[in-house]
């Protein structure tokens, strides 16, 4: 099983909020090794919520680079989102690497890849890694179906994946920030 699939990660824009939510849990080929590991964390300033999937080592260096980015770019997702796309596509040691992200800032939501995928959702929904299938129809379900805010839906979508999918666990991490659309207090 490749690494990358161990994990979930889901993002829900919604009522003026993204929120991109982690479970805990790191495996190592059927072993689990860590219970509370903490796979969101925030960029530039707190002004970008990225979560991976993928191996620890793997995702710290895509943080780390795409960090540098950020600041290359002074804080514009978009721009950084593509200037990591192109190294980690071209580079002959980060194409590589096995992880995946999520990233969100107060406008966008995105999902990058290593094949150099951008990929900005439709439904303000996304999710990744081995339990992202589950998540990501849950998350749907609950946005269709119910008032919850983005944290709660992304909480809640990660909880049922940990119910169905082995490698996700629900010692969750949640990460927020104010979208541009949000209404003034």
């Known amino acids: 099983m490749n690494a990358f ?3 979930t990660i889901v993002a829900v824009k919604r009522g003026g909020q993204v929120a991109i939510a982690g479970d805990g ?9 860590k219970h509370r590991a903490v796979k969101v964390r ?16 793997d995702a710290f ?20 989102a593509v200037g990591l796309s192109k190294e980690w596509r071209t580079d002959k040691y980060l194409r590589h690497l096995e992880a995946m992200l999520i990233a969100a800032d107060e406008e966008h ?15 303000n929904i996304t999710a990744i890694g081995s339990g992202g ?20 839906v992304a909480r809640k979508a990660l ?10 666990n629900d010692n969750i991490s949640v990460e927020t920030l104010a979208t541009s659309d949000a209404k003034p207090a």
């Open 42 to 57: 925030r960029l530039f300033n707190e002004r970008v919520v990225v979560g991976f999937a993928g191996t620890v080592a």
């Open 109 to 123: 939501l995105l999902l990058l890849s290593g094949d150099g995928e951008i990929i900005e959702p439709d439904e």
């Open 159 to 168: 909880e049922i994946a940990a119910q169905l999918c082995i490698y996700t």
């Open 133 to 152: 299938p589950f998540a990501h129809a849950a998350a749907r379900a609950l946005m269709e179906n119910t008032e919850l805010g983005a944290t709660e």
């Open 61 to 80: 260096t895509l943080f780390d680079k795409f960090e540098q980015h950020l600041e290359r770019h002074q804080g514009n997702l978009l721009r950084a």
């Open 5 to 7: 699939h161990a994990t």
């Open 25 to 33: 849990q790191v495996t190592v080929g059927d072993v689990v090794m």
